[in-house]
């Protein structure tokens, strides 16, 4: 089960089932859950924990320090669930004391060759990220986002649940849950209505979803104003609700549409 050109620190803790392949190293602080597979030529530093079921590929480096200048070499840590795959050069780093300390990427993602995921960055479920996509330090992502190749998402942005990141876009305002953005700057072109018909939401709900995004986008009111109205919409499964306080969430201001977009 672990080659024996591996490098495996006596500290490590490993589960049942694990597979670690040749010329990879597993450090101390380091623990990986049951029927894990890590390939060839990966890093794994500590602290890191790692849930059951992931695989890691080639030349991914997992839970080294964040080269962010503010970091000393305080004692911080990566967090990964279960059944993530985390593909070709992937670089996922731990926290800093300056936020929470700790990374955390949840459970059945897929991280695509070369993705970045920066210090204290913490990551849903069921999230795909495309190659080379990259996301600063600080930075927030809700289940089910989607970010497209070569994607960049500065530091302290947050991208909502079911949120879609158009390719090569540079996202520098906070996208909500359900909307699709894309461009240099990022700006929102319609509701992510492939994305929630895929995670099973009915016809339906994404039409009140439309609704809430004509509010917020075409009615001409304040952002305060639209959400009043947009809370007036019926939610029954908490869809709604979850929109309008991705919004009342934003950190950098919500992304907005060109004015071409404003009708999607």
């Known amino acids: 089960m672990i080659d024996p050109r591996a490098i495996v620190d006596p500290t490590a803790r490993l589960g049942e089932n694990v597979r670690i392949g040749p010329w990879s190293i597993i450090g101390p602080d380091v623990e990986i859950g049951d029927d894990c ?3 060839a030529h990966v890093v794994i530093r500590g602290p890191t924990v790692m849930g059951r079921g992931n695989r890691i590929f080639p030349f991914a480096v997992v839970g080294e320090a964040t080269p962010a200048l503010a970091y000393r070499g305080e004692p911080t840590r990566l967090v990964i669930g279960d059944h993530n795959v985390i593909r070709e050069g992937v670089t996922l780093h731990r926290g800093t004391v300056q936020d929470r300390g700790e990374t955390r990427i949840g459970s059945h993602n897929l991280l695509m060759a070369y993705v970045h995921v920066g210090h204290d960055c913490v990551v849903g479920d069921h999230c795909i990220f495309a190659n080379n996509a990259s996301i600063s330090g600080h930075v927030r992502v809700g289940d089910r986002a989607n ?4 994607c960049g998402v500065p530091q302290y942005r947050s991208i909502g649940a079911l949120a879609m990141i158009g390719g090569m876009s540079l996202v520098l305002k906070d996208v909500p849950d359900c909307v699709s ?8 072109i319609s509701v992510n209505a492939e994305g929630m018909r895929r995670a099973g939401i009915g016809e339906d709900r994404i039409r009140v979803l ?8 075409r ?11 947009i809370d007036e919409l019926e939610d029954p499964d908490g869809l709604v609700a979850g929109f309008v306080a991705s919004v009342r969430d934003v950190r950098h ?4 549409p060109r ?5 999607a």
Do not use: K, T
Request: no cysteine; net charge neutral; proline share 5%.
């Open 219 to 229: 009615s001409g009111l304040s952002v305060p104003e639209a959400l009043a109205r």
């Open 37 to 39: 597979e890590i390939d």
């Open 210 to 217: 439309r609704d809430a995004w004509r509010i917020l986008y």
């Open 181 to 188: 953005v894309s461009g240099n700057p990022a700006r929102a």
């Open 253 to 256: 201001g919500v992304v907005r």
């Open 259 to 263: 004015r071409s977009d404003a009708d």
């Open 147 to 150: 970010l497209g190749g070569y």
